[in-house]
């Protein structure tokens, strides 16, 4: 009997794929995305611009509320009760629910206070509303 040949003394062939470093490599980017995906919503803080938009023309005779830091409500130069605020300015604006009103706050006034008078100016049907606040660069008078 003849020996086999070095051919013939091969291992013989594997009809499987080794896909033990396949699941290894799969382990490691699953650890990967574990540890990033959460560290990836954290909030970043920004120092954003400020804006040095030109201000919008200014109306001749503009209807101003005031939210001062005492909780009143002034409008234009009278203070006018929370409970009459409708009233009062349908009789400034007569009757005009189109007419814009620009709001103005104490900076120490809280944004639950201010969001509040904001919803009684919509109860009230009046929908145009513009956030007074000082230019940039400029001191209140």
Known sequence: M???SLHEQDLD????????PFIDVMLVLLIIFMIAAPLATVDIAVNLPSANAEPSPRPDKPLVLTLKADL????????????????A?????GGDKTQRVFLRA??????GDLMALMDALRGAGY?????????????AP
């Open 89 to 93: 300015l349908d009789r400034a604006t």
């Open 13 to 20: 062939e594997l009809h499987e794929i080794n896909v033990t």
């Open 106 to 111: 104490d900076k120490t006034v809280s944004y």
């Open 127 to 139: 929908l145009h509303v513009a956030l007074v606040a000082l230019e940039a660069g400029k001191v």
């Open 72 to 87: 009143s409500v002034d409008l234009d130069d009278g203070t006018v009760n929370r409970a009459a605020l409708g009233a």
């Open 2 to 4: 003849a020996t086999p």
